[in-house]
Structure formats: C-alpha cells, structure tokens
C-alpha cells in the first residue's frame, strides 16, 4: 500500500515535471529489485502508461526499456503471447524506439522455435502497421535471418507480408530506405498481383524526406 501512494505521487510529478517523476519511480524500481524482481516488467510497463497518457512518448519508451532490461537482467519467465502484446501496445503509441523492435527480434529468434519466432514477430510487424504505424527502415533487414531460421523462402514470405500490410495508410509514410530493401520481393509481388500494383501506382509518398524524390519513387515503380 505505501508503494502505491508513492506510485501515485509519482504520478502527480510526472505530469509537471516529467524528469523528476521518472527518477521517482526508478527508486520505487529499486526497491521492489530486492524483494519482488519478477513485478519489475509489470510495474515498469504500467509507468510507460502512465507517461502515455501524458503524452511523453519519451519517458513512456525509456519505462518500455526498462521492462525489457528487467526480464533479462532477473532472467525472467516471459509469456511471449503478453510481451507480444505489450510490444504491440507501446509501439501504436509511438513508444518503442526502432532499436528496442530489432532486439525484440533477435531476442524470439533465441528462445523460440524458428517457425514460432518467425509467426510471432510477424504478426507484430503486420498488425503494427495496420494500426497507424509505417513499417521500419530496417524491417526487411531484420525478418530476413528469421524467415531462413524457419527455413522459408524469404522473397516469397517478404512478397506475403507486404501483401498484407500495402493496404495501410501508414505505407505511405514508409521511408525510402524501406522501399530500396523491399524492391527485389515487390518486383515479383507487382507482376503477380494486380491489386499490389494497383496501389503502389496511386501511391504518394508523404514523408518530407521525399519531397525531392518523386523521380525516384516512379523511377523505382518501373523497374
């Protein structure tokens, strides 16, 4: 009961001065570290939300690290079905830096089964997208060591999740980097799929990294 007055009061801090909040709760942290190691992603997770609802997506993903740092440094249990959604929650909201989704990755790919790792971090990446957020200038880059981990063909599983994920809003906002490692899968995709092709040709680009790169989009559209 006395740490949630001070969870509380912490709360309260946050909301005028964010920084001194923070550190209020990374001493709450330290105590329960002790005693109670395994409440620490729980706990951390709940201050992300907390920040979320503030609309500090900054403190919100430094409190989303630390979950994760406490599920390794304890060497904690982790239900991966509840982590999938805490990745997915966090990242709708804009509080999970790029680094933290490559790491997720890697870190399926090292206590699951290949074809496991491989179902549960793609349905991040779809249903992160579906949900507002563009795909990440290196996504392609990383699904790649797990499609082969599961043995699969990785242009012909890459041309599928594009599929899936090309009817977002949020693809327009895609970087061009994305579009360059994604070119290869989406020469076939476009050749065989004439709703693909459809919607890249009424695709424009709404990052204001491509307001010079309009030749390159249609350059890249023809080939």
């Not at 001493?27 to 005693?35: C, Q, V, Y």
């Not at 012909?156 to 009817?167: C, G, R, S, V």
Request: proline residues 4%.
């Amino acid at each position: 009961l006395e740490l949630v007055k001070e969870f509380k009061k912490a709360v309260r801090r946050s909301k005028a001065k964010p920084g001194h909040g923070y550190d209020a709760f990374v001493e709450i942290a330290k105590r329960l570290g002790k005693s109670v190691a395994h409440f620490l992603p729980s706990f951390w997770e709940q201050v992300g939300r907390e920040f979320i609802a503030l609309d500090n997506a900054t403190y919100a993903s430094r409190a989303f690290g630390k979950a994760r740092e406490a599920e390794k440094v304890h060497a904690l249990k982790v239900d991966e079905s509840l982590r999938r959604e805490s990745f997915l929650e966090f990242a709708l909201a804009g509080a999970v830096s790029i680094k933290a989704l490559t790491e997720y990755g890697r870190d399926l790919a090292a206590t699951l089964e290949p074809v496991d790792a491989w179902t549960f971090f793609r349905e991040l990446c779809v249903r992160r997208t579906l949900g507002g957020m563009p795909p990440w200038s290196s996504m392609i880059k990383d699904i790649s060591p797990l499609i082969k981990a599961a043995k699969l063909d990785v242009v012909e599983e890459t041309q599928k999740i594009l599929a899936e994920m090309i009817d977002s809003p949020a693809i327009a906002r895609s970087s061009f980097a994305f579009w360059e490692s994604a070119s290869k899968a989406i020469t076939g995709l476009v050749a065989e799929n004439a709703r693909v092709a459809g919607v890249l040709l009424n695709l424009i680009p709404q990052t204001s990294a491509w307001q010079n790169e309009n030749c390159r989009w249609l350059d890249m559209l023809k080939s």
